[in-house]
């Protein structure tokens, strides 16, 4: 077994994530390994082009069960990718690059947009993003701490 290195974060299987372009706070991600690619819960996709530039314009919903908080977002279109899900499915997505802060640190990574309804997470980190000096540790959670209990409350889905 390796050794982590003094950069290495360790991190939970679940955390809490920030996501400053989408002026999001918090919002459950599973850290998932076996995935190679980021993933996010998004609705009402809209692809435009500004200037030359293919843009994608979504909304995010950062709690399970209720769209308190929704946030929009617009950012240039990164890739088109065929991704296959957790179930053995394809589907081509499209991916952006988002700005994401785990466990106090900065990361950008590439995020593909899906319907995550029926996932537990509205967001999954994947291994790309987790090569960023993170380790994860399968048996712990919340390493970084959980969302303030009141916003737990308050927006009473799966948290």
Do not use: C
Not at 87 to 95: C, K, P
Not at 133 to 150: I, Q, T
């Amino acid at each position: 077994m390796t050794e982590p290195t003094h950069s290495s974060t360790i991190a939970g299987w679940r955390e809490w994530v920030r996501l400053p372009q989408a002026d999001v706070e918090w919002i459950k991600a599973k850290l998932d390994t076996g995935a190679r690619s980021s993933a996010l819960h998004a609705f009402d996709v809209e692809e435009f082009t500004r200037d030359g530039v293919d843009r994608v314009r979504f909304g995010i919903h950062p709690w399970q069960d209720t769209d308190q908080d929704a946030a929009t977002v617009e950012l240039p279109v990164h890739d088109r990718r065929v991704v296959r899900s957790s179930t053995g499915h394809t589907q081509e997505r499209i991916v952006v690059l988002m700005d994401l802060v785990l466990l106090g640190r900065a990361v950008t990574a590439e995020v593909t947009l899906t319907n995550r309804d029926e996932m537990g997470f509205r967001m999954l980190i994947g291994r790309e993003a987790l090569r960023n000096g993170f380790l994860v540790d399968a048996g712990r959670s919340f390493v970084g701490g959980r969302a303030p209990r009141a916003i737990r409350r308050r927006n009473r889905g799966r948290v």
